[in-house]
C-alpha cells in the first residue's frame, strides 16, 4: 500500500507574502495565524503577509514565520481529510513537523523557535562564518577536501541535500579554501549562500547550548505520526527521541538524502510539501524520483493534490 509523507521546509523559503492567501480562505488557518501574533506579542502575521523583506529575512524572524506558515497549511491538509503516515523537516521544518505529529504544541515551538533564531545569530559574530553550496562534486571526495581545507578551523558537512548539492558551513576562510579545492576536485559550481550565521557546523554550539534550556522547559509528547529526523535520518516516536534530535540537530548535518531514502524504503510514494516554497519538492525529485511530490502553501494549491 502507498504511503504519504509530509515534507516541511526549513530557512530560505520564506518570501512576503507568503499564507496570506490560506488566511484569507480557511478560517482555520487564520487562526494559526492568530495563535502565533498571541504566543511572540506581536504581528508576526504581518510580517509574513506584507514583509518587509529585510525584516523577514531576520534568523528570529523566519523561522517563526516559516513554521507558522507551515502548520497553518498543515492544518488545513488535515481539515480536509488529508493525512500523512510519516513526517519529516528540513532543519528548522523538524519543529513544524513535529507540531503535525502532536508531539509538541504549536505556541511553544514558536517561541522556541523565535529563540532558536537568535542564539543562531548571536553564536557567530558577523562575518566570522559563511556557507557554501557545492554542485555536482565527484563522489568519495568531500571528506578529503574538508580535512584539508580547515587548517585549524572549522569547515564539515551542513545539509546533505542531495546526489548533486552538499552545503558547508565554518569559518569563513575555511569554507573559501574547501570552495577552491572542490572545483579543482571537479566540483561543477561552488555557490557562497547569503546567511547570516554558519547553521549546522561546530560554530554553533553555543547556540546549542542556549536552546537545551528551552527544550528542557517543552511540552513534549510521543507522536502520533512517526517522524525521520535530521540528526540521524532514523524514525523517532517517543517525546525524548523528538527532545534529543532538536538538541543534536543544531550543530550536525542535516541528513536529507538519506532520510528521502529511506522514506522510499519504508513505502512512501507520495510527498506533499506543506509550507511555503517548492525546494524540498525539488530535492525529492533527485534523490528519489519515484516519489510524487506535491506541494500545499497557498490556497491555489489545494486544486493541485487531487
Known sequence: MSK???????????????GKSLADVYPVAMRVFEEADDALGESLSRLCWEGPDEDLKKTENTQPAILTVSVAAFRVLTEKGVAADYVAGHSLGEYSALVAAGALPFAEAVRIVRNRGRYMQEAVPQGVGAMSAILRLPGGKLDEILAAAAQGEVVSAANLNSPDQIVI???????????????????KRVVPLPVSAPFHCALMQPAQQRLAADLDAASFTDLAVPLVNNWQAREIRSAADARQGLFEQVPNPVRWVETVRYLAARGVTRAIEVGPGAVLSGLVRSIEPGIECRKFGEAADREKLG
Open 4 to 18: 504519504t509523507a509530509f515534507l516541511f521546509p526549513g530557512q530560505g523559503s520564506q518570501f512576503a507574502g507568503m
Open 169 to 187: 558551513a565554518g569559518h569563513a576562510a575555511a569554507v573559501a579554501r574547501a570552495g577552491e579545492l572542490a572545483k579543482a576536485a571537479g566540483a
